[in-house]
C-alpha cells in the first residue's frame, strides 16, 4: 500500500468535452503525464519525501537548500549485476554502469555532478532509486487489451490485480536487457495472465514518463503502451489465469471510477487507446464506456 501526502490531483493531456457526444473523441489526444504519484506518494519501506514545491522542480532552477532523503531497497542492492549472476540491477556505485542511454523517450538525459542521471520531470523529493533497478530510465512495456461483454456489451479491459498493493492495473512489466519491446508485450502478457496472443497488430498508444510511486530523483519508469482490441470470438477463446505477480486476473468494466482508480499512468493510457479505437471504428463503443471517458475528464 502507497503512503501519502493525500494529493489527489491528476494529469490532463486535454480539455473536458463541453457535452457528451461521440464527436469529441475523434480529435487528437496528446498524453502530458505530470508527476503527482512521484511526488506525492511512496511504496512501504520508503522514507517520507521532500516536498518541493512547484517552481523549484526544474533543475535548471537553483535550490541550494535541496536535500532529500538517499534510498535504495535492499532488493535492489542484492541483485547488483555486477555481483550476482542473472542480478537485474545495476551496481550502486554509479561509476560502474557499463552506459547509459543517449537518449530516452522524453529526450537528452542529464547528469547530476555525481554522474547519476537526472529524472526528466525535474525534482521529486527522493534521491537513489528506490525499488527501480536502472539508474535513469528503467523502461517498461504495457499491453492494453480490450472486449466488448458478449452477453451484454460493455467494454471491459483485461486487469490484473498487483500483489504489492491491491491496486488494479494494466498486465506489464520490465524490458529485460536486449529484449525487443515486442516481445516484452507479449510475455509479459503471458506471465501475467496466462493470455498467449499475437500483439503485432496492436497499436502504439503512448511512450514516455510514467506518474509512478517508485520513481526518485535519479530513477523512473517510461513504458510503450500498445493497445489491441479482441473481436468476439478471439476474447471468448482465451482462459485467464494470474500470474506469480498478480493476485488476480478479470476482465475489468471499463467505467469512470475504474479508470481513476487503476495503478500510476494506466487510466490515461487506456482512455488514449479507446480514443484511437473510437477514431479507427466510429460507433464501435457503446454510449456507457463514452460516458466513462468524458467523466475521466471532469
Not at 479507446?274 to 463503443?285: F, K, M, S, V
Request: hydrophobic share 35%.
Amino acid at each position: 500500500m502507497e503512503k501519502t501526502d493525500g494529493n489527489k490531483g491528476w494529469s490532463l493531456f486535454t480539455t473536458a468535452p463541453t457535452k457528451l457526444d461521440k464527436e469529441w473523441l475523434q480529435g487528437d489526444l496528446e498524453i502530458r503525464i505530470d508527476a503527482y504519484r512521484a511526488r506525492y506518494e511512496w511504496p512501504d519501506g520508503y522514507p517520507r519525501r521532500a516536498q518541493v514545491a512547484d517552481e523549484l522542480l526544474p533543475w535548471s532552477v537553483p535550490y541550494s537548500d535541496y536535500n532529500p532523503p538517499y534510498y535504495v531497497a535492499r532488493t535492489v542492492l542484492d541483485n547488483d549485476c555486477t555481483q550476482k549472476p542473472g542480478g537485474w540491477a545495476d551496481p550502486e556505485d554509479v561509476s560502474k554502469v557499463e552506459s547509459f542511454p543517449a537518449e530516452s523517450f522524453e529526450g537528452t538525459l542529464q547528469f547530476d555532478g555525481q554522474g547519476r542521471p537526472l529524472n526528466p520531470r525535474g525534482r521529486c523529493g527522493m534521491a537513489g532509486r528506490g525499488l527501480l533497478g536502472k539508474w535513469g530510465p528503467n523502461f517498461a512495456a504495457d499491453p492494453i487489451i480490450t472486449r466488448l461483454h458478449p452477453k451484454f456489451g460493455d467494454l471491459e479491459m483485461l486487469a490484473v490485480q498487483r500483489r504489492d498493493n491491491g491496486q488494479w492495473a494494466i498486465p506489464g512489466g520490465m524490458v529485460d536487457k536486449g529484449e525487443d519491446v515486442s516481445r516484452t508485450l507479449a510475455r509479459e502478457l503471458a506471465e501475467e495472465t496466462g493470455v498467449t496472443l499475437d500483439l503485432s497488430q496492436a497499436q502504439l498508444v503512448y511512450q514516455g514518463f510514467v506518474d509512478d510511486p517508485r520513481t526518485t530523483d535519479h530513477a523512473w519508469i517510461e513504458t510503450t503502451a500498445k493497445h489491441l482490441h479482441l473481436d468476439k470470438e478471439t476474447a471468448g477463446k482465451l482462459e485467464l489465469e494470474a500470474g506469480s505477480d498478480a493476485l488476480a486476473v478479470h476482465w475489468l468494466p471499463i467505467t469512470e471510477r475504474s479508470l481513476h482508480k487503476l495503478y500510476a499512468s494506466h487510466g490515461y493510457f487506456v482512455v488514449a487507446a479507446l480514443a484511437q479505437l473510437n477514431r479507427r471504428q466510429p460507433g464501435l463503443l457503446p454510449d456507457s464506456a463514452l460516458k466513462a471517458l468524458a467523466g475521466f475528464f471532469k
